[in-house]
Every structure is written in structure tokens, then in C-alpha cells.
């Protein structure tokens, strides 16, 4: 059965213990969440199986460091969408802002729209995949996991990137330092295959491009010293 | 350290409507800037130049203001007072020794124009809407901004949006590092600043770019080289209003356009009550770009 | 013949011998010096102050009779469980990855034995740490290593790192060489490589973003832990009003004597304000705002007696914290490694290369074997009874002007040694009743 709950008429902090206590559960309950109004911190912390609707545009940090729920935006969503995500799904179907997925551990964040700037910053195991565009100084210092970029990606996109792969479709404006293009081999077609079916994206692996770390800022050299 | 609002109408039957969405929109934003709020809204013009101007003893202060100033500067004045602010209008060309007057007599002047009128003053920003009534302005386009103040005192001279020029204002979120440097640069060109505010550095740069035959465009592009720190300004002017972010862009900022209007607030929040806003195009401006909107 | 008399060769002042073996050191590497410690300079401390003490115009409370209240509550303001600790001294942030896994359980033993808390640091949250620690406050830091919500939930605490007093406005470096499979596996990085730390949060910048940073993490922790902000020494009264406008129930100040694992000497040495100068600013943001005592301030930087404890307390903080003294109580810059040290160019007292991961002492050091050395059932005893020794001695200090309770000592307990100690803490110079700036004058 379907619960809703309505933000002009309840709290917060009432409908996020509400979520926090149903995912808690595990019984797999469905919540609706109408007016949001772009309010923040919406269905965070949800640490258990749980399916929540969002109907509207949420502000800063929904479904942050969310474990196991899947939480889907009907409209855009504000900055650091599923922040620190360790694992479930996380479902944008139109635009996200700045810090989408920042330093997320697992889980999949998928965003039907476009994404700002600093997309996956910090990424430490997530996968996230953007229909659209990506801004600027996204996957910055992103250390793990899998972005997928169908559109086209902003300037100095994977600066000083660690071990995550980044996948753009499009057009990348400028790579970030230490960022470089790299070959694209059979178990990364399988990979990025297996990510678009999961977003349900209508691309093909071989249209990408794999973008990833060439390492030279791993260990100090004098010679790499104007890329600090 | 703030939040930013601003709405610009592109249609004449909502101009009544304009100080009551802009009203709401600033109320949203108090969480970003509890200490201090403002707005610039652009009204009628009436053939003359308003100057809006502010006292901490309005009673005392407006009383006769309007006769008093129609002596020294031998034209028509008209004086409209609101709570702590009053905005008297005099012939053009009679603006300049009005100011002198006034800031004589003590008074605070928030900015002048021929439609632009400035109500800021210090307390949450749902007090300050309502002891200016701003929900019953109308106007063609306004700006607002609720302030956590970063650096400089909580007053009403430090609350934003700041006036450096005739119809030109700015508001700011984040933070300037070099805007020492700069008005110490603006002071050698005679350019003076009223607060210790890095803001309205901004501002008297903008002014003094355009004071030197710069278009709006060019003085904003020149914000990215010139200015040094974070921010997303929105400067208003006469005829619309300007939108720029610093190259680095983490300070927030959202825009939402409709065939009534372009909106801008550094959180979608803001716009939740706007008509149309679910069927609005929403973005968010890009680093190092600059945007304007004119009529 | 008589000898025409010679000048002494003379060295230059500022060019000295120190001076010219770093201009040295860089030509050779390229590369700036990093170390971990906090500021060597001498800079004015607390020592330039004293108590005045009771006589005939104040009673002093009798020593061991007369109860003197050391106990402390953070986090009154918003926080539905406040930390209660027993004396008003905490362990500092320090994270797992610079420290060895016993030297975290180590002062995890001590802390809890003498009732206070200890903090994590840029690493995550350690079984060692959580499972010895009775109250652990969790740091939430720009690099999110290891960040995870159940951790975030089974804290007692969570401490956002904005700054701190080593390097305010700077990230961190940690060199390959401590970069351990477990370090590694914890950090989500590879084995081996030098890990810069981010000097800005990932996903918000600016007070304003932080307010709403820390609703999410309150929702996330229902509303329960005290929710601390760390700054460094940069700009106290802004960034102490700041913090308490986003909503902080904790300021924790570190001024530029604290420590750090590792960072560009030059920022250690150029950047911030000395502890001293950094509490009255911050304690007037506090009264200005009226939260003093409502958000408590916890000052670190440079801690080392109970002395200390109490001149700080005075100037108007709630606690203090301790890193650097913690190591050394632990065992750190112990002379009986002297001759270890030597073989490491350095000696007793001076070593801080604690990010080269070869400490002898085994406490910043990820070595198997140097970690042996570490006895953390001992190591935390010798921690309590340092920590015993502080609050004994802020106590005596506190009986000795008349107070019933530590938090009662006051800014006019204090007279000042010297002119810059006395502009700094806004205490009058010794016989007089002025100091610089003092309105009035």
C-alpha cells in the first residue's frame, strides 16, 4: 500500500522519522511526498529498503548518505543530491544541482536531466549517470565508482581524479589536471553496458569515451609541480 | 554570506503583483540571512529623480523634510515616508544639492533614481516586508536580500542591496578577499563607498565602470578580472537586471523563465510559490558568465 | 710585528644557519618542507599570564575539602543528548592513518578512564577508537574519508573541521608511505600514493550552505548529537559569530600552536593567530550574540599544564582540547629513543616527520613493527594520569581565586607579563590597570 504525506501539511522532521522509521523496518513500504517546495535534507538518512516518490523539486540534499532506499525526485532536484549515497537508488527526473552525488560510497544515482558543476566531486564508489550535461570541475578528486555522462561534460572535468572512470558521450569543454582520455576496453564497454541498461538510457557503449587518472600526481614530482 | 532574490516582469498587468512575489521570495531566504534584509524595487517614474533616504528618527527627521529641501534646491518636493525610510522626489538636475542636504541634516541615503526606490534595514526579513509594506509595491522589476553578515557590523548601512549610481544596485552572495585593495583603487578616482561592506565595493566598482562609458555587460565582465573571491551578484538598472557568478561558482544561484517572468533566487525554494513556476524553465547560470535581462 | 686586529666573522641575523639549510633543503628537492606539529616559533602565551589570587578582598576555597566543580556540558543549545564530561579537558581530533591503530585505542583508554571524550579525525571512525572511547565525537571533514551514516550515528558527537589552527585555509598532505592497505581501504584510495586533503567541503561553502548542512545532518541523527564547528585561528570574532549563526551548539577554536599530521611548514609557521589572541574575540562574538555558555567554546592550541587549562578557561572557553601534549603523554619525542632518533637526523623533542610514518615511539606510524612499541593499556594509563594532573591543577588554581567551580574563573583573575600578552587577552599588565586598546585610555 501507498502512504503519502503532504509537506504543507507536515513537518520535516515528522516526515523524515517517518521514512527513517519505515526503511528501518524493511518491509519494502512506498511513500508519496507532495509540496515539497524545494525543501532540504528531504528523505535523508534512510538506511533500509524503502521506495519514496518526491513529487516537486527538492532543495539541498536530498536522499543524502542514503543506504538501500529508492527515493526518485518528480522535478529537479537542489545542491548535493544523495550526498555520501552508500547504496539503493537515487532517481532524478529533471535537472540536479551543484554536488550531485558528492563523495557517495555506492548505490546508483540517476539524473533523468542535466547536472551542474563539481558532479560526482569527491566520488568514493557511486555510480552515477546523467542523461544530459554535466557542469564544471565535476568528478574533482573523485576517487572511485563510475560517471556516465550522455551529454556533454563542462570545463576541467576529473581534475586531480583518483581511480574513478568517468564515461561522456559528448563533448568534454577541458580536462582537469592529471585527467586524460583512455582506451576504451572490452570490460569497460561491459561496465558502462550494464550501467545504461540499469539507468535505462537510450545510448550505446561504443558511442563513449573513457576518461581516467594518468597517475602523475600520485607520488610528488618536481616535474608535475604546476599541475598542484 | 547571503540569500538573493530578484524578479523581472515582462508583462505591464503584473506590475501591481510584483512587491508581493518578491515579498514571499525574500521571506524564503531568511535561513541564509537572518540579520539583516533589503529590496530595490523599480516603480513609476514621475518625471523626477527619487531619493530614498533613511533615519533612525524618522518622526523627528521627515518632519517638514519636504519644505526644508524645497528651499535649498527651489523646485517642486514630494515626500513619501514609510517607516524608517523616505523617499522624496525633486526636479532632475536638482538631485545633487538635494543629497548634500540631506546627508547634512544626518539622514542615510539609500539610493536614488528616477524609478528606483531601497528599503533595507536590520531584523529578520518577514519583519522587515512588513514594516514597508513591500507586499503592496508595484513595479516593473525588483531585487532583494536577506544577509548573515560576513566581515562588517550588522546596520542598516551594511544591509544590502547597495546604490553606488542613479538606478544601478547590487546584491551579493559570498565573499570579497580583495575589497580593501579595490576601494583604496576607487578612492584615488574620487569614487567613495558609504560602509566598510565589501559589496559595495562591487557596487562603486560597477558604477564607476559605467561612469566611464562601460556597458552594464562590459562592467560585469569586468567583475571576473577585477574582483577576487566568491560571488553571484545581481545588479539592477533601469531597465532590467544583470546576473554574473565568479569563475569558481559555489555560491548558488537558480533561475526560472516564463513568457510573465525571469526570476533568479540562490535557491529553487524561493520560487516555489511563483505562478507557472512547475512549467517554468529552470537553470543555473554558469560560471564567468555574465546575464542581463532588459526591456 | 703586531698583529693588525681582524674582524669576527659574523653570521648574518637573517640569514642564519637555519635559514640558509632550508634555502639549501628546497634547491636540492624542489619541493617544500612538510611536517607535522604544530608552530615553533615563540609566540605570545599563556605563560605571559597569571592569577592574582585570593588574599583579603576574595576568600580562597581550602584545597582537597572545599568541592571545586570541574565537570563540563557540551552541546546545550539544539542537541537532544548533550555530552557530559567530567573534567574540562578533551582529546583533539586526530585521525587514524596519521595515528597507529594502539595509539588511537590508547587514548581512547585514557580519556574514558578520566572521563572525557577523544575525536576521530581525517580517516574514520576505528573499531580500536569507538570500542575504547565511551564518548567519541566524530569528524566531518572536507575529504569525507571513510564518512559513512552508521558511524555518523553511533557517535556521540559530530564535529564539522572548517579549520584548523596549523593551516586555517589549508588542505592536508599525507605521503605514500603511511598509505597502508587498511589506511588505503578506509580512504577508498590506492596503497601508496600521497593523499592531498581538500581545504573546502565537497558539497557546501559558506556559512549559509552550512546551516543547511547541519540540518541534514541533524535529521540524519534525529536532532540527538551536539553538533560542533572547528575553526582555526584565522578571524575569531567572524568566524565564531558565523559558526553560531549556522547553527553550531559547539565552537571548537584551534589556535596556530595546534597541531597537525602533516602540512607545508609555512603555512605551520605564517598562518593564524596564536591561541592567546584568538579567545577574547571569540567569547565577545559569543556575548555579542548572547550564547555565551549557550553554545560552549572549546579552545585548542598549544595546552600543555594545567595552568593553561585554567587561563583559558578564565579568558571565557567552556573546555579545551589537547593534541600535541596527548602524543607526548602517550610517549611521543620520549628520550629513550634518542638514539633512533639521531639515525632520523633529528632529536628528542624536535622530531616531527611524524608523516614519514617512521616514528620510533610507534604512535604516528603505520609500521607493524614500530606499532609493537606502543603498549595502549599503559600508554592510556600514563594519558590519564596526565590528564588527572590538569585538572588537579586548573582546580588548585581556580580554590586559589575563590571559585566553586572551574567555569567561574574570569578575565579579572588575570594579570599580564608583558604589553602583547596584555593587548592580546585584554587583561591589564601587571600593576596597573590598563591595557592596550582598553577603551578609555
Redesign the interface.
Known amino acids: 500500500m501507498t502512504n503519502t504525506l503532504d509537506m504543507t501539511q507536515t513537518e520535516?522532521?515528522d516526515i523524515?522519522?517517518t521514512l527513517?522509521a519505515a526503511a528501518k523496518a524493511q518491509a519494502n513500504a512506498e511513500y508519496i511526498i507532495t509540496n515539497p517546495?524545494?525543501?532540504?535534507?528531504m528523505a535523508?538518512?534512510l538506511?533500509g529498503p524503502l521506495d519514496v516518490t518526491i513529487q516537486?523539486?527538492t532543495?539541498?540534499?536530498c536522499a543524502?548518505?542514503n543506504?538501500e532506499a529508492t527515493v526518485t525526485v518528480k522535478g529537479?532536484a537542489?545542491?548535493?543530491v544523495a550526498?555520501?549515497m552508500?547504496s539503493g537508488t537515487v532517481t532524478i527526473e529533471?535537472?540536479a544541482?551543484?554536488?550531485a552525488g558528492?563523495?557517495g560510497?555506492g548505490g546508483l544515482l540517476n539524473i533523468k536531466g542535466n547536472a551542474?558543476?563539481?558532479c560526482g566531486?569527491?566520488m568514493?564508489?557511486i555510480d552515477i549517470v546523467v542523461h544530459g550535461n554535466i557542469?564544471?570541475m565535476s568528478a574533482?578528486?573523485a576517487?572511485?565508482g563510475n560517471l556516465v555522462v550522455l551529454g556533454n561534460a563542462?570545463d576541467a572535468l576529473g581534475d586531480?581524479l583518483?581511480?574513478a572512470r568517468l564515461f561522456v558521450r559528448g563533448t568534454v569543454k577541458s580536462l582537469g589536471a592529471d585527467c586524460i582520455e583512455k582506451e576504451m576496453r572490452p570490460e569497460h564497454i561491459e561496465i558502462l553496458k550494464e550501467l545504461l541498461e540499469k539507468a535505462g538510457a537510450d545510448a550505446k557503449p561504443e558511442e563513449f569515451k573513457r576518461y581516467g587518472s594518468a597517475r602523475k600526481?600520485?607520488?610528488?614530482n618536481?616535474d608535475h609541480?604546476d599541475e598542484y | 554570506m547571503c540569500g538573493i532574490v530578484g524578479l523581472f516582469l515582462k508583462k505591464d498587468e503584473l506590475r501591481p503583483k510584483l512587491g508581493d512575489m518578491l515579498t514571499d521570495m525574500l521571506i524564503t531566504m531568511t535561513d541564509r540571512g537572518p540579520d539583516s534584509a533589503g529590496i530595490a524595487i523599480y516603480g513609476d517614474e514621475t518625471g523626477g529623480i527619487k531619493i530614498t533616504v533613511q533615519s533612525d528618527t524618522p518622526e523627528t527627521a521627515f518632519a517638514d523634510l519636504d519644505a526644508d529641501l524645497c528651499a535649498v534646491i527651489d523646485g517642486p518636493v514630494t515626500i513619501k515616508s514609510i517607516s524608517t525610510h523616505a523617499v522624496l522626489t525633486v526636479p532632475a538636475g536638482s538631485e545633487k544639492a538635494a543629497i548634500a542636504f540631506l546627508e547634512d541634516k544626518g539622514l542615510r541615503i539609500m539610493g536614488s533614481g528616477e524609478s528606483m526606490e531601497i528599503y533595507k534595514e536590520i531584523g529578520l526579513p518577514k519583519d522587515v516586508a512588513a514594516r514597508f509594506n513591500l507586499r503592496e509595491m508595484g513595479g516593473s522589476h525588483g531585487i532583494g536580500h536577506t544577509r548573515m553578515a560576513t566581515e562588517s557590523a550588522v546596520t542598516t548601512m551594511g544591509a544590502h542591496p547597495f546604490s553606488t549610481a542613479d538606478d544601478q544596485c547590487l546584491v551579493h552572495n559570498g565573499s570579497l578577499s580583495n575589497h580593501n585593495q579595490m576601494r583604496r583603487v576607487l578612492a584615488k578616482k574620487g569614487v567613495f563607498t558609504r560602509s566598510e561592506n565589501d559589496t559595495e565595493v562591487g557596487a562603486a566598482y560597477i558604477s564607476s565602470r559605467i561612469a566611464d562609458g562601460a556597458t552594464l555587460g562590459e562592467a560585469l565582465e569586468g567583475t571576473l578580472k577585477d574582483l577576487d573571491g566568491f560571488f553571484t551578484f545581481v545588479t539592477g538598472t533601469k531597465n532590467g537586471f544583470g546576473v554574473v557568478r565568479d569563475p569558481i561558482?559555489?555560491k548558488?544561484a537558480?533561475m526560472a523563465e516564463t513568457d510573465d517572468y525571469v526570476a533568479f533566487a540562490s535557491?529553487?525554494?524561493?520560487?516555489?510559490d511563483l505562478p507557472g513556476i512547475?512549467a517554468a524553465r529552470?537553470?543555473?547560470p554558469?560560471?564567468a558568465t555574465v546575464y542581463f535581462w532588459e526591456r | 710585528m703586531e698583529k693588525t686586529p681582524q674582524t669576527e666573522p659574523r653570521q648574518s641575523w637573517t640569514f642564519s644557519k637555519d635559514v640558509n639549510a632550508e634555502i639549501r633543503r628546497a634547491a636540492a628537492?624542489?619541493?617544500y618542507d612538510i611536517r607535522g606539529g604544530g608552530a615553533k616559533r615563540r609566540v605570545p602565551h599563556f605563560d605571559d599570564l597569571l592569577f592574582m589570587g585570593a588574599s583579603m578582598s576574595r576568600y580562597p576555597l581550602e584545597g582537597y575539602r572545599e568541592k571545586c566543580d570541574t565537570s563540563v556540558t557540551l552541546g546545550t543549545r539544539f542537541a537532544k543528548k548533550p555530552i557530559e564530561l567530567k573534567i574540562p579537558v578533551t582529546i583533539a581530533g586526530m585521525s587514524f592513518g596519521s595515528l597507529s591503530g594502539p595509539a588511537k585505542e590508547a587514548l581512547g583508554r585514557g580519556a574514558t578512564l578520566a572521563g572525557t571524550s577523544t575525536t576521530t579525525g581525517d580517516g574514520g571512525m576505528t573499531e580500536e577508537e569507538r570500542g575504547h572511547s565511551e564518548k567519541l565525537v566524530y569528524q566531518y571533514l572536507p575529504?569525507?574519508y571513510g564518512?559513512?551514516?552508521?558511524d555518523?550515528r553511533r557517535a556521540d558527537a559530530i564535529e564539522i573541521v572548517v579549520g584548523q589552527g596549523a593551516k586555517p585555509g589549508g588542505g592536508g598532505m599525507l605521503?605514500?608511505q603511511k598509505i597502508t592497505e587498511r589506511v588505503a581501504g578506509m580512504?577508498?584510495?590506492?596503497v601508496?600514493?600521497?593523499q592531498?586533503s581538500?581545504c573546502r567541503h565537497?558539497?557546501?561553502t559558506g556559512p549559509d550552505?552550512l546551516e543547511?548542512?547541519i540540518?541534514?545532518i541533524r535529521?540524519?541523527?534525529?536532532?540527538e548529537k551536539p553538533i560542533y564547528i572547528k575553526i582555526g585561528g584565522a578571524r575569531p570574532y567572524y568566524d565564531t559569530a558565523l559558526a553560531v549563526k549556522s547553527g553550531a551548539d559547539v565552537v571548537v577554536l584551534d589556535g596556530m600552536q595546534g597541531g597537525t599530521a602533516a602540512t607545508q611548514d609555512v603555512f605551520i609557521e605564517h598562518v593564524g593567530q596564536p591561541t592567546l589572541a584568538c579567545i577574547r574575540p571569540a567569547v565577545q562574538a559569543l556575548q555579542d550574540l548572547g550564547m555565551h555558555r549557550k553554545v560552549q567554546l572549546v579552545v585548542s592550541g598549544g595546552i600543555r599544564t594545567g595552568a593553561d587549562v585554567a587561563k583559558a578557561l578564565a579568558l571565557g572557553a567552556d573546555a579545551v582540547s589537547i593534541g600535541t601534549a596527548a602524543l607526548i603523554a602517550l610517549g611521543d619525542n620520549d628520550p629513550k629513543w634518542e638514539s633512533e632518533y639521531q639515525k632520523l637526523g633529528t632529536t628528542t623533542g624536535a622530531y616531527d616527520d611524524w608523516h614519514e610514518g617512521r616514528d620510533p615511539a610507534g604512535i604516528t606510524t603505520q609500521d607493524p613493527e614500530l606499532m609493537k612499541r606502543l603498549d595502549p593499556v599503559a600508554a592510556g594509563r600514563r594519558l590519564q594520569n596526565y590528564l588527572n594532573v590538569l585538572t588537579l591543577e586548573c582546580q588548585t588554581l581556580a580554590r586559589a581565586c575563590g571559585h566553586n567551580h572551574v567555569h567561574n574563573l574570569e578575565p579579572e583573575d588575570l594579570c599580564a607579563l608583558t604589553m602583547e600578552a596584555a593587548a592580546m587577552a585584554q587583561v591589564p599588565l601587571a600593576g596597573t590597570n590598563w591595557y592596550p586598546g582598553k577603551p578609555g585610555f
Open positions: 520535516l522532521r523524515n522519522s527513517q517546495r524545494g525543501s532540504h535534507a535523508c538518512g538506511d516537486g523539486s532543495g539541498y540534499y543524502g548518505m543506504k529537479s537542489g545542491p548535493g550526498e555520501n552508500m529533471g535537472d544541482s551543484q554536488y558528492a563523495t560510497h551542474s558543476s563539481r566531486i569527491s568514493k564508489g557542469g564544471h574533482f578528486m576517487q572511485k563542462g586531480s583518483y581511480e600526481l600520485y607520488n610528488f618536481i609541480a | 561558482a559555489c548558488p537558480v535557491e529553487y525554494r524561493a520560487f516555489a512547475d529552470v537553470w543555473e554558469e560560471p | 628537492t624542489g619541493i575529504s569525507r564518512m559513512n551514516p552508521d555518523l605521503l605514500g580512504r577508498d584510495l590506492p601508496g600514493i600521497d592531498r581538500a565537497p558539497d557546501w550552505d543547511i548542512k540540518l541534514e535529521e540524519i541523527t534525529n536532532w
